[in-house]
Structure formats: C-alpha cells, structure tokens
C-alpha cells in the first residue's frame, strides 16, 4: 500500500472523530489531488486524557494530556497533520510544532442542558449541575450560589448519559461540540456571553503541523480562517499572559470584524466568590499585544491576594 498523501492524527472521541472528517472533507473540497479515497489517512491516537476518566483533569496535570501523545506522533512523522480543539490546546507548543491552520469558528457558546428550568435563573433550588471546568463552575456560581456543582467529566455523550439517568439534573457543553455531533437539539438554552463567557479558543479548530513541513502547509493554505485566527490569536495571548492553566477559571471571547478587535475575558475563584473583568478593543492587526494587555490589566485588577488565594483554592 502507498503511503497516503496526508496523514491526519486525532483522538478517537465522537467529538474528534468528527472534526478529523471535518478536516478531511475540507481538504477534499479544496483540493481534486486529496479526493482520491486512500489520499488521506486519519489515524486514531489515544491520550492519557482519554486514558484516565476516573479523576479531575485539573488533578492529573490538565489540557496537555489531550495533545501530549498525538504531538509525539507528529515530531515521529507518523502523522502531518494534528486537529484539535484549540480549547484543549496548551499556550506552548513543544518545539518545531505550529497551528498552521484556523478553521472557521463555530459558535463559541455554552448551552445549558437540563431536566427542569429553562435557563441558569429557573433552576429549581438544589439542582445538581455536574461539570469539571472550573470556569463553568465559577461562572455558574457568580449566577446561582445556591446550587451544587458536582465534577463531571467524560466526553459529551457519557455526560449526557448521566443526565438521562439522573444522576446530575443540568450540565453545560460547548455548543460547538453539539452542533459537530449533531446533538444541538439537546440543548435546553443557549447562554449568553454575558451570563457565561466561553474558554480562550472555545469553537475554533486548530491544525498543528511540523513548522519545517512546507507540503503539509500548502495543502492547509486555503482552509485558514482570518478572523478566527485574528481572535483564537487574542485568546491565547491573553492566557498565556495569565499562565493559564485548568486550575485557573478563565474565559476569553475576542471578536474581529474588520480590521478591529474587541475581546473580553474574565477571571475568577472556583468558589465564585470573587472574579474580574476585562475589556478592550483595538486594531486585528495587533491581537496577539491586546491579548497580552487584557491579560496584564486582568492581573492587576485581581491583585496578589486574588493569585494568593487561587493557589490555596
Ligand atoms: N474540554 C472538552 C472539549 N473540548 C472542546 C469541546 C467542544 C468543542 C469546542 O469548544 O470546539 C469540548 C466539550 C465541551 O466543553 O463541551
């Protein structure tokens, strides 16, 4: 057998599965080379992420455990091509990585899923929310410091099982991954930015290639998204700038239309007790320094005490 003319890695989840056929299919479009059936070849690579589902991503060493083995394949040259949700993506890419590639973002948006009520206010009084982003629960918090909000994690379909069954009665998912799944009629209510600000780079895919891998390059070229880019770009500078981890609640939305930007970002305790904001606009051109600038603003608004607290958290 030839070796296909591009090999894409992904995690085996419904969710990644469907962002690799994404891929695939908007490659195939772009290019009549790749639309031969062996062209491109996804292969299936499981993470520690996957590996562990019985604890806390905070606790076993967070977001890098759902890249970590497929970037290994990548410098392997065992795939060109990595997809990823850019959520899941850490600031720092092992050297002579790159995101080469932004597709178009989906809505970047939390929905709430759930047995009874309508939206975050008409949660009946003690309605178990189950979700293992700390900057849902902040956030969920900051709304409804009655309810409890218990870790829950597993991909979207086990997390919906345990809703089915009972054993949470609401739960929040990014729309994105819904509407890949085909799942969005699931959905109870769409959550405001307001309400519930979504993670840096929530909706967007990224497609990491080797930096020094001109063919893989060219073959993306045409998939890149500029005003994705421009905001994903924003969103991480601002996290970076934060050092964030996911033991630190942070959510970041930039929007670019035009050449402008505008980004909003927060930061906040688990607990929900304390949290800031940020918000500033500016030239696309510049996302990457007003990313970091709403970071250090969003730094000294919280203060050492903030920080101090956090670690104790
Ligand atoms: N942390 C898991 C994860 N990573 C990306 C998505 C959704 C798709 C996206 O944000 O692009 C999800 C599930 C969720 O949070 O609902």
Not at 60 to 87: N, P, W, Y
Not at 98 to 108: F, G, K, Q
Not at 131 to 143: D, E, G, M, V
Not at 202 to 222: F, K, S, V
Request: glycine share 8%; proline share 5%; charged share 25%.
């Amino acid at each position: 057998m030839t070796q296909a003319r591009l090999r894409i890695g992904t995690r085996g989840s419904p969710l990644a599965l469907a962002q690799a056929h994404e891929l695939r299919d908007r490659l195939r479009a772009a290019h009549d080379e790749l639309r031969e059936p062996d062209a491109i070849e996804i292969r299936i690579i499981r993470t520690t992420g996957d590996k562990v589902q019985d604890r806390p991503l905070a606790e076993i060493g967070g977001k890098g455990l759902f890249t970590k083995e497929i970037e290994e394949a990548l410098i392997d040259r065992q795939i060109d091509a990595a997809v990823h949700s850019m959520k899941d993506v850490e600031t720092h890419l092992p050297p002579g990585l790159e995101i080469s590639t932004l597709l178009e973002r989906e809505d970047p948006r939390d929905v709430l899923i759930a047995r009874a009520g309508t939206s975050l206010a008409s949660l009946p009084e003690g309605t178990v929310v189950g979700s293992a982003s700390l900057r849902r629960k902040a956030q969920i918090l900051l709304h409804r410091p009655d309810l409890p909000v218990v870790n829950l994690r597993g991909n979207v379909g086990t997390r919906l099982q345990k809703l089915t069954e009972g054993k949470i009665g609401a739960t929040l998912l990014a729309l994105a991954g819904l509407k890949r799944l085909g799942m969005q009629d699931r959905a109870t209510a769409l959550l405001s930015t307001d309400e519930m600000l979504p993670a840096p780079g929530q909706g967007a895919i990224g497609i990491e290639i080797r930096a020094e891998d001109a063919a893989t390059r060219r073959w993306l070229a045409p998939l890149d998204h500029r005003a994705t880019r421009i905001a994903v770009t924003a969103e991480r500078a601002l996290l970076a700038t934060l050092d964030g981890s996911c033991r630190t609640p942070i959510a970041a939305l930039a929007e670019a239309g035009g050449d402008r930007l505008s980004l909003r970002a927060l930061i906040a305790l688990p607990d929900g007790s304390d949290h800031h904001r940020a918000t500033i606009e500016g030239p696309a051109a510049e996302a990457e320094a007003l990313g970091r600038e709403a970071g250090r603003a969003l730094k000294a608004k919280a203060g050492p005490s903030f920080f101090a607290r956090l670690q104790g958290a």
